[in-house]
């Protein structure tokens, strides 16, 4: 059989590897892929990203199912034109990814369905908003309503920052359409960890946990990013809090989806923040796989992920269980010069040839790339392509040992400027330090 895994990242570079492990499938297209997937066995790129022209190249092929990776083509309703031509696809339809889409629309679904997250207000009039502040205590944290690309997302220490940030998005429109409407609420204390489940609609079946970090420098400094590096699973979730994640979080959101007349199917991200008295609220929803948090995930994963997805699709997931590795996953993203403003491409990534052949001897690591592409003399040489270039993930016994796997691996690849952070897991590992 053939899969079809929509978008270019890192994220679809991990599905789309793990997915080609199936003996059951004989090839895994990606559109549009990067220079990493490019190089995969049993992987080829596709370079079609209108939704049209994927549903005429998913009819021709005779693909399967479709996989949809990142939110802008789930947004632009791809479930819903694959469902309409017949064609079976993973992925939360236009209406469910609503609770990406827009924060308005999440935190108002969250207070239907009693569902705990920070107390917050909305705002479409800048004058109204700065009155807003001008009532609050800071820190206050400033969200732009649609997507943003990881970027919408501004917290303000300071009553003069939270003011710049409503200027920014609803005075300046500097995120265009995204920032036509916002929302302001309370800054939570805490750690924030990840919780992605898949599901069919009906059945949920929770993925391992994992933690993000996504501050550009060392110890949460610097601007918000997509993501900077990740580990799996977090010691801030225990069995306790994971029960009560899916009692008061996960399953509110399916069940009362169902109820609004919305089948909610697919992979549902949960941003979350534990705080002090080891309660989890939600700071957001994605309606996919986290990036970077997939890498590690599909590192640690030992079932067959075609499988799980098989049995979403048919809406028999309560038919299959997951095993884990018991290890640790850690990846730590490189990213371009300039990053998140202004990234750099066309820089030449060096040391990669000499990784990919020992990746392929071994599972204790796998280079995962995202803003990638085949150019420079002859177009042999991997050039940088986006802010996120690649994402180097391993296993290790604890979080520590991944940890220093990691930055090995790292010294051996190279392109001017790049920027890394030398901390990825740091509080996973104080944890399991003091504990």
Known sequence: MKLLVIGGGGREHALAWKLSQSPRIHKVYVAPGNAGTALEHGIENISLTEIPELIEFAKKEEIFITIVGPEIPLAAGIVDAFQAANLKIFGPTQQAAQLETSKVFAKEFMQRHNIPTATYKSFTDPVLAHQYIDQSVTPLVIKADGLAAGKGV??????????????????????GNAGSEIIIEEFLRGIEVSFIVMTDGQHILPLATSQDHKRLQDGELGPNTGGMGAYSPTPFISPGLHAKIMHDIVTPVITGMKKEGINYRGFLYAGLMVTAKNEAKVLEFNCRLGDPETQPIMLRLKSDLFTLIEHAVNGSLNEVDIEWDRRAALCVVMAAHGYPE?????????????????????????????????????????????GRVLCVTTLGENVKIAQQHVYKLIEKI????????????????????KN
């Open 342 to 386: 202004n990234p750099r491409k066309n820089d030449v990534i060096q040391g990669l040839s000499d990784l990919i052949d020992e990746q392929n001897d071994t599972d204790n690591f796998h280079i995962f790339h995202s803003g990638t592409l085949a150019g420079g003399k002859n177009g042999e040489e991997i050039l940088t392509a986006g």
């Open 414 to 433: 190279h392109f001017n400027g790049y920027q890394i952070r030398r901390d990825i897991g740091y509080q996973g590992i104080n944890y399991q330090r």
């Open 154 to 175: 501004i917290v303000a220490q300071t009553n003069e920052q939270a003011h710049s940030a409503v200027n920014n998005i609803l005075v300046d429109k500097n995120y």
